[in-house]
């Protein structure tokens, strides 16, 4: 039996790119105006699946609204505590600490914000709520709308990828992933910028 999880990331929010974290802000016009673009009018889902976040929980009201779909939250879906980070831009995290992103992203699991949840942790919760998932909607196509950290944590949990590299994955506003699910096994379907199709 074969089960189809598309990820969506949110669109960009009110403030623009920041370590946003779990900060509840709202998509701007432009994070709307990407959504709608990314998805048109494609509807081939049984059902969706959100982060409670703002950024991304609007976006799914509509969407699962305007189709008729099953929408439910999962609070396991929310983005990576980002710890003193939090609603900072990189420009503010550099000021305040030269080099601090660099060492990041070369040890994302070590070199981690103060107060930020590890990322063992996020992988952890992440999987939980896709193997519960899978579980309970074998069969079914399932529309994810999330953040890029969860989808980093996706790809991660379906294709063993190690944590040390989850940050080389880059995840555009508004882009989407596919995963098929068979038998146990997941497969990457396509990752990137792109329009959805059913």
């Known amino acids: 039996m074969t089960t189809v999880l598309d990820f969506l990331r949110h669109g960009e929010p009110v403030g623009g790119r920041r370590y946003r974290g779990q900060v509840d802000d709202a998509l701007s016009e432009r994070g709307w105006a990407q959504m709608h673009a990314a998805v048109g009018e494609a509807a081939p ?14 976006f799914a009201e509509v969407l699962a609204a305007r189709h008729g779909l099953p929408l439910s939250f999962d609070p396991r879906l929310k983005e990576v505590g980002f710890g003193d980070w939090e ?20 040890d994302p699991v070590n070199a981690r914000p103060a107060g930020a949840e590890a990322l063992p942790d996020f992988l952890a919760r992440v999987s939980a709520a896709l193997d519960e998932l899978v579980e309970r909607h074998a069969g079914e196509h399932v529309l994810v709308v999330g953040h890029a950290g969860v989808m980093r944590m996706a790809l991660a949990w379906a294709l063993d990828i190690p944590l040390q590299q989850a940050y080389r994955i880059e995840v555009a506003n508004a882009s989407f992933t596919r995963l098929r699910c068979e038998g146990g096994r997941s497969t990457l379907v396509f990752h990137g910028s792109a329009r959805v199709e059913a």
Not at 45 to 58: D, E, G, Q
């Open 45 to 58: 889902w049984t059902r969706i699946v959100a982060s409670p976040l703002l950024r991304c929980r609007a």
């Open 87 to 106: 609603g900072k831009s990189a420009a503010e995290i550099e000021q305040a600490a030269p080099g601090t992103l660099a060492r990041f992203k070369a």
